[in-house]
């Protein structure tokens, strides 16, 4: 086996994240290539969840307790082969989030009905590149010597029909928010310091890391609806009146996420869905966590 960069040995956690956001960089198929060629990511923001942090047993009760927790991904991945884990060994989840491009973004604020054609090609082919990403963190982790795997790209995936929509076994925006990355919001969505239109992937591996400190309240601290009452933008956005003050209707998202696709596909020439993400841009929140009024009185999150 080659032996282990000396980087890696001095901090891992910083080795991790420099080679994501290195491949984010340069790789040739971060690119619109249907478009003009411009980059389809910005520089990837990158944190660190432990495996057996208790929110993870908590989304169970959160999520449904069909939701997988690292070590069930882990026992599912490797089995009782020699060098699984055990009870007590070290697990981590690495997770990472894509921002849009200011091109993409700018593009979608000002649509009214449907996704531009860069946000319909950046949901395309930006998700063909997220799970590029996913491949080569399982890859480099492998070489390194930690078994590794990206749950949404394992053959245990699932997603799952609920009363009030969709929901899969492993949330990637949730083991984002287990990693210190954002926190959710009226519209479900999730807000990073490089803001809400982004893209979020997510690796458990065995391999032991520091975590990133969660630097908010609670889960819904980045939305200024949930902690001073204000903002609401994203109710006016959505085509769908999928989103109230009371939250987000799956059901009617994605009804219209069908109905837009089947309008717009022939449109921007392609076959998959066409996204929407029009509540993710033209809003406080496009880009940034807005700023929550100082003298705010905290709105208990809806559970
Ligand atoms: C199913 C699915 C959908 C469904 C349902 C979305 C949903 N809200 O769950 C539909 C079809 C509607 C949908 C639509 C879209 N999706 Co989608 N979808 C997924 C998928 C495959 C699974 C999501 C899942 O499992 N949800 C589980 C449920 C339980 O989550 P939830 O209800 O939102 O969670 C709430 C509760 O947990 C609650 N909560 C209550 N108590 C507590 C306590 C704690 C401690 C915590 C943490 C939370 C919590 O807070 C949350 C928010 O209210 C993920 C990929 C993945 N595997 O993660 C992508 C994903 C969520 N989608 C994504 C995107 C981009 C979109 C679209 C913009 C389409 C597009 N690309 O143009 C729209 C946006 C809709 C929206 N406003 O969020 C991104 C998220 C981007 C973001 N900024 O959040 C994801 C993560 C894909 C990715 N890999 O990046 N999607
Ligand atoms: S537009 Fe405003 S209320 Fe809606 S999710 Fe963003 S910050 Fe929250
Ligand atoms: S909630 Fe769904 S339908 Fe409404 S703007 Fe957001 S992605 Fe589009």
């Given at each position: 086996m080659a032996s282990t960069p000396s980087a890696f040995n001095q901090d891992p956690a910083l080795f991790i994240e420099k080679h994501i956001k290195s491949f984010v960089r340069d790789n040739p198929e971060n690119r619109l290539t249907h478009i003009d060629g411009s980059p389809i990511w910005d520089e990837?923001?990158?944190?660190?969840?432990?495996?057996?942090?208790?929110?993870?047993?908590?989304?169970k009760t959160v999520i449904g307790d069909f939701h997988l927790t690292p070590r069930e991904v882990m026992?599912?991945?490797?089995?009782?082969?020699?060098?699984?884990?055990?009870?007590?060994?070290?697990?981590?989840?690495?997770?990472?989030?894509?921002?849009?491009?200011?091109?993409?973004?700018?593009?979608?604020?000002?649509?009214?009905?449907?996704?531009?054609?860069?946000?319909?090609?950046?949901?395309?082919?930006?998700?063909?590149?997220?799970?590029?990403?996913r491949a080569e963190v399982v890859r480099l982790?492998?070489?390194?010597?930690?078994?590794?795997?990206a749950p949404f790209a394992a053959d245990f995936f699932q997603r799952l029909y609920l009363a009030n929509g969709p929901a899969s076994n492993w949330s990637e925006r949730h083991a984002c928010y287990a990693a210190g990355l954002g926190t959710f919001s009226l519209t479900d969505a999730f807000i990073t310091p490089r803001g809400m239109a982004m893209r979020c992937g997510s690796v458990v591996t065995t391999l032991g890391l520091p975590p990133t400190t969660r630097q908010y309240a609670h889960h819904y601290a980045n939305c200024p609806f949930y902690v001073d009452g204000s903002c609401g933008a994203c109710i006016q956005r959505c085509p769908a009146q999928a989103i109230t003050e009371k939250g987000h209707d799956k059901l009617k998202c994605e009804a219209y996420l069908n109905k837009i696709s089947a309008e717009l596909q022939p449109v921007y020439q392609v076959t998959t869905g066409v996204g929407c993400g029009l509540c993710q841009t033209g809003v406080p929140c496009e880009s940034r966590i807005p700023k929550i009024k100082a003298a705010a009185t905290p709105v208990p999150p809806a559970a």
């Open positions: 990837p923001l990158v944190g660190f969840a432990r495996g057996d942090d208790p929110l993870f047993q908590e989304y026992e599912k991945t490797l089995g009782e082969r020699p060098g699984s884990p055990k009870p007590g060994d070290s697990l981590s989840v690495i997770c990472w989030v894509l921002p849009s491009t200011d091109k993409t973004r700018r593009s979608n604020r000002k649509q009214n009905k449907g996704p531009s054609r860069e946000w319909t090609h950046t949901y395309k082919h930006g998700e063909v590149f997220n799970s590029m990403v982790l492998q070489e390194l010597g930690y078994p590794a795997v």
